[in-house]
C-alpha cells in the first residue's frame, strides 16, 4: 500500500484583541448618530407632541376672547366719555350761536400780557379793522369788527369776570350803528359792574374809533399812532354816463359809457373827503344829503366833546376832521399819554386796583376745539373775517368807507359811514 499525503494545514480563525483599558468614563457633550448607509431610506420625523389637545386649544381661545372683549369694553367706556364731553362743548357752543349774551360762558381765552397763573384778571377786547355792525354790511379784505357782537359780548361780562376791559384798538373807522352799539355797551358796563374801561390805541383810531374809544375812562397810545377824523362820509354815490353794454367777464362785471362814470362823496368835517377824483353832485343832491351828514356830525362831535371832555371849536373849527399824531392828539385831549404795550397794560392794571406783577390780560379765541371739528365758526367773538366772495363774485377793493386808502370790501353801493 502506498502512503496517504498528508492533509493542508488549515488557517486559524481570527483572533479577538484583548479589550484596551478605557481612557475615561466621561461621554461626550454630544454625539451624533451613525450616517445612514447608502441608499437607505429616512423615515419622516414624527411630528411634536401636541400639548392638551382639545381643552389646552379651548382655554387659549377663551383666554383671547375675554381679553377683547375687556379691550372692547375700555375702549367703549372712553369713547362714551368723549362723545359726552363732545356733545356737551357742541350744546354749549350751539347755545352760544343762538344767544350772543350767552357767548361769553363757551368761549377759549387766551392770554395777551402777563403769567397765565396770575389771580387778577382783565378783558381784552380788539376793535380792529373796518367796524360794521354784523355781518350783514360785507366784510374788510383784511377783517374786521363786528359792533353789534362787540356790545353783546361786553352786556354779557359780568363783574366777577375781570377787573376792567381794555379796548385795542387798530381801525380806520367804519359803520354809525356799529361804532355806537359798542360805545352805548362801554356805558352799560362799567354802570352795571363799576368796573373801568380802557382804550389802547395799536396803530389808528379814526373816526368811528374815535367815537367808540371816547368813553372810555383812560385812553392811551402807542408810539407813531394816529388818531382823530372826527366826521361823516357817505358814499361814494356813482353815476354812468350813457351806458352803451354790459358785460359779466370771467372776472365780473363791466361797464362801457359815453360820458365816463361820476363819484362823490358826500361828508362832515373840513377835509373828509380829501382826494376824491370825482365830480360833484348836484346842489339839489347836495344840499338833500347835507342836512343828513350834518345832523350826524353834530352827534359826532357832541360825543367827543362831552366823553373827552374838548371844546366843540376845538373839532368843528381848529382840527377838523384831521388825523393826528400823538402829541397834537394828546393835546387836543383826544388821548391821555403815549406808552409802550407792557407798560401801557401795566398802568391799566393799577387804575384798575390790581397787582400789576399778578394780573393778566386775557382774550377770546373763539368757541374751541369741538366747535370748530364739528364746522362751527371759532373766530374771535366780535371779530370779522377776511372778505368771502358775495353770490359767487370776488369780493370788491373800494374806498366806499374810508378815504385813508386801506383797501375794503363793502357789499352796498352806497353806505354812510364814521371813517378815517
Not at 441608499?39 to 375675554?66: D, N
Not at 383812560?218 to 356813482?238: C, F, K, T
Not at 393826528?324 to 387836543?332: E, H, K, M, Y
Amino acid at each position: 500500500m502506498s502512503e496517504q499525503p498528508a492533509p493542508a494545514p488549515q488557517p486559524l480563525p481570527p483572533q479577538p484583541l484583548p479589550p484596551q483599558p478605557a481612557q475615561s468614563q466621561a461621554l461626550p457633550p454630544q454625539q451624533l448618530p451613525p450616517s445612514p448607509p447608502p441608499g437607505a431610506v429616512l423615515a419622516p420625523p414624527k411630528p411634536p407632541r401636541e400639548r392638551g389637545g382639545f381643552l389646552h386649544g379651548f382655554g387659549i381661545g377663551s383666554g383671547v376672547g375675554l381679553g377683547l372683549s375687556a379691550a372692547l369694553l375700555v375702549l367703549g367706556v372712553i369713547s362714551s366719555v368723549m362723545s359726552m364731553i363732545m356733545f356737551a362743548s357742541l350744546a354749549a357752543a350751539g347755545a352760544a350761536l343762538a344767544n350772543p349774551t350767552q357767548r361769553v360762558d363757551a368761549e377759549m381765552l387766551s392770554t395777551v400780557w402777563g403769567p397765565d397763573n396770575a389771580k387778577g384778571v382783565l378783558r381784552a377786547i380788539p376793535v380792529q379793522g373796518t367796524i360794521m355792525a354784523d355781518a350783514s354790511d360785507g366784510a374788510g379784505l383784511m377783517g374786521g369788527t363786528y359792533g353789534y357782537e362787540v356790545a353783546d359780548l361786553l352786556d354779557g361780562l359780568k363783574a366777577g369776570d375781570a377787573g376792567g376791559v381794555v379796548l385795542l384798538i387798530n381801525t380806520p373807522g367804519g359803520s354809525i350803528n356799529g361804532s355806537r352799539a359798542m360805545a352805548d355797551a362801554i356805558d352799560r358796563y362799567r354802570e352795571r359792574t363799576g368796573h373801568k374801561v380802557f382804550a389802547y390805541v395799536q396803530g389808528m383810531s379814526a373816526s368811528g374809533g374815535m367815537y367808540t374809544m371816547a368813553g372810555a375812562d383812560e385812553i392811551l397810545a402807542d408810539h407813531g399812532s394816529l388818531v382823530g377824523s372826527v366826521g361823516v362820509i357817505l358814499g361814494p354815490l356813482q353815476y354812468y354816463n350813457g351806458v352803451v353794454a354790459l358785460d359779466g367777464g370771467i372776472f365780473g362785471g363791466g361797464v362801457t359809457t359815453t360820458g365816463g362814470i361820476s363819484s362823490e362823496y358826500i361828508t362832515a368835517g373840513r377835509g373828509k373827503d380829501a382826494g376824491n377824483p370825482y365830480r360833484p353832485l348836484t346842489e339839489e343832491e347836495r344840499a338833500m344829503f347835507q342836512s343828513w351828514v350834518d345832523q350826524e356830525y353834530v352827534s359826532f362831535v357832541d360825543q367827543v366833546a362831552t366823553k373827552r371832555k374838548i371844546e366843540r371849536t376845538v373839532m368843528t373849527e381848529e382840527v377838523g376832521a384831521g388825523i393826528l399824531g400823538t402829541d397834537r392828539a394828546q393835546q387836543v385831549g383826544y388821548i391821555d399819554g403815549v406808552m409802550g404795550r407792557p407798560e401801557a397794560f401795566r398802568h391799566f392794571a393799577e387804575a384798575s386796583g390790581l397787582d400789576p406783577n399778578d394780573t393778566k390780560l386775557v382774550q377770546s379765541e373763539g368757541l374751541g376745539f369741538w366747535a370748530s371739528l364739528l364746522g362751527f365758526e371759532t373766530r374771535p367773538l366780535g371779530t370779522a373775517l377776511a372778505a368771502e366772495p358775495v353770490e359767487g363774485q370776488p369780493a370788491k377793493v373800494t374806498s366806499v368807507l374810508c378815504t385813508s386808502r386801506t383797501p375794503l370790501a363793502w357789499v352796498p353801493e352806497a353806505a354812510v359811514s364814521f371813517c378815517g
